[in-house]
């Protein structure tokens, strides 16, 4: 099929095994991964453990067990990721606790624009919109970390409306086919969840909010 599948057909074609398909898919779902990844780790943690390194096993996990899973829908698929990404966090904090060894491969700190948040914040580059926004205009790291630490301030559902919106820069119709949910629901959590923002971040942390 064509390169404009929308993520419903992207579903369907990867149960139906069409490897393909089912990486544009996941591709789809990297930023809501990071950026569960990032709230359910603490600060600390993230230091550890790479937000990237928790979503790159997600995926592997879900090519691996895509039989397994029985929605149809964008959204039934969302939340089969999230209970796997959830249960990989949980596994990587038990390591964590019980043993002190770390991973010397990620022992390389990265640019230290973000040095006072995260000690090596290289996942920020793969969120969509980290470098660019819907204007176009290139957003500092800093301003990323700014947003998505706001984000975490959110329920869940307002904070993914939010960052399909303003991060990716889709369009309501695009948002609504992803989440499942209705026009006017979608645009009752953008609503919401703009209020929240303005009361928690500047306009130089994202002016194109």
């Known amino acids: 099929m064509d390169g404009h599948q929308s993520t419903t057909q992207l579903v369907i074609a990867s149960k139906q095994g069409d490897n393909e398909a089912l990486g544009r898919l996941l591709e789809q779902y990297r930023g809501y ?9 603490s600060e600390r943690l993230r230091r550890r453990v790479d ?11 879900a090519k691996r067990d895509l039989p397994s899973f029985r929605g149809e829908t964008p959204a039934e698929f969302a939340g089969w990721l999230r209970g796997m990404l959830k ?10 606790i019980t043993t002190k060894k770390r991973s010397v491969r990620r ?3 990265m640019a230290p624009a973000s040095a006072n948040q ?3 914040a290289a996942w920020l580059g793969q969120l969509p919109g980290s470098t660019t926004s819907p204007s176009g205009v ?6 990323v970390l700014a947003l998505v630490e706001a984000l975490h301030q959110l329920p869940e559902t307002q904070a993914e409306a939010i960052r399909l919106r303003y991060m990716e820069g889709l369009p309501l119709s695009d948002i609504v086919e992803r989440m499942g949910k209705s026009d006017t629901a979608v ?8 209020q929240k923002l303005r009361t928690v971040l500047s306009a130089e942390d994202c002016p194109w909010i």
């Open 118 to 120: 995260d000690s090596g």
């Open 33 to 41: 991964l990071l950026m569960l990844a990032h709230r359910y780790l």
């Open 51 to 61: 937000p990237a390194d928790i979503v790159q096993l997600t995926f592997l996990e």
């Open 107 to 109: 022992e390389v700190n």
């Open 187 to 194: 645009a009752g959590l953008l609503k919401r969840g703009l």
């Open 87 to 96: 249960n990989n966090v949980a596994t990587a904090v038990t390591r964590h």
């Open 138 to 143: 290139a957003i500092r790291g800093e301003a």
